[in-house]
């Protein structure tokens, strides 16, 4: 909901640091396998109670999520940069739940839910994408992309501002993550209602 809002603030410092990476030699790939390190180490140390440090390492790996676009947006954009950005973004929204459902058994059930959710979130997400492509269809509201980003209540900056929160106060978990379930699954309908609008012929 607030990302493409968000772009024009984050742009620029970002794409100051992406060409500075470029110029050095260092490739978009390199940096999207790279995120990977701290998105799966954010989750051990959740799963582990260490709660500030997997805050900093989900901080880290959104920074370096910023930076492969901002190398990939300088030396040029590739369909398989787009597609191993996407893979790691999904690791990383996956691997945070898991954390915090192996921290404490009561969480299982919940991350469970939240995991689900951010599945059909994810579903509904590339199937428009992919009918999108199919049909032509652009949208730079979210900056330069391999493929087409559709809007939607739950998307990034939302979903780091709730894992935000489940780092600062782990206790409460259980009832941030269902009300983020919520959210998604209100973003599946969302974007259905808007498929059948735009892909239903007149």
Not at 2 to 31: C, E, H, Q, S, Y
Not at 97 to 124: H, K, Y
Request: charged residues 15%; contains cysteine.
């Amino acid at each position: 909901m607030f990302d493409a809002k968000l772009r024009p603030l984050i742009d620029p410092p970002l794409n100051a640091m992406g060409r500075a990476l470029a110029g050095v030699g260092i490739g978009a790939n390199a940096v999207t396998l790279a995120g990977l390190v701290p998105a799966l180490a954010a989750a051990f140390a959740i799963a582990h109670h260490h709660y500030l440090a997997g805050l900093a390492l989900i901080l880290l790996n959104r920074l370096i999520d910023g930076l492969d676009g901002a190398v990939a947006r300088e030396i040029g954009l590739t369909d398989f940069g787009g597609y191993l950005d996407t893979l790691a973004d999904y690791v990383f929204y996956v691997a945070v739940p898991v954390g915090f459902g192996l921290a404490a058994t009561e969480n299982t059930a919940v991350a469970m839910l939240l995991i689900a959710s951010f599945t059909l979130t994810c579903a509904s997400f590339l199937v428009f994408a992919a009918i999108a492509a199919r049909r032509g269809e652009e949208s730079t509201k979210h900056g330069a992309k391999s493929f087409f980003y559709s809007t939607g209540l739950a998307e990034g900056a939302e979903t780091i501002a709730v894992f935000i929160a489940m780092c600062l106060w782990p206790a409460q978990f259980p009832a941030i993550a269902i009300g983020f379930a919520a959210l998604c699954l209100l973003t599946v309908v969302q974007r259905s209602l808007l498929a059948r609008r735009i892909f239903t012929p007149d």
